[in-house]
């Protein structure tokens, strides 16, 4: 697992300390972004490149945590994907009022529409 963390706030609450006792089982390897990224795959790009190649070479699941994954096991349906398939996945949410409900801002959530065919 790969916590990206913006330094300043690791280096106040130790969220890799906290994470990892937490979660005893899993190996964490905290990655503290020393400057704050326009986005979700300038963020990714800089993790993978501290990856070293043989976990470079295994299957990647990105989990953002801006986005709300109400109760899905995700990591579940990943797993059941076929070998060497990938995917992006998404929540059909008709509305914003569901996420501001649920205190989340609906704008700071990227959307898609589909085809409906």
């Known amino acids: 697992v790969y916590l990206v963390v913006p330094a300043m706030v690791e280096r106040q609450h130790a969220i890799g300390k ?13 990655v503290p ?17 501290q990856m070293p190649g043989r976990e470079l070479r295994m299957p ?9 994954y109400h109760g899905v096991d995700l990591l579940a349906k990943v797993r059941e994907l076929p070998e060497g398939a990938g995917a992006s ?20 959530f990227s959307y898609i529409q589909l085809n409906p065919e």
Request: aromatic share 12%.
């Open 89 to 108: 996945c998404y929540f059909d949410i008709a509305s914003g009022t569901y996420l501001k409900d649920s205190g989340s801002v609906a704008s700071q």
């Open 18 to 30: 906290l994470v990892s006792s937490e979660f005893r089982t899993l190996n964490v390897t905290v």
């Open 33 to 49: 972004m020393q400057f704050e990224t326009r986005g979700w795959i300038e963020t990714i790009f800089s993790v993978v490149r």
């Open 60 to 68: 990647l699941v990105t989990l953002d945590c801006s986005t709300i």
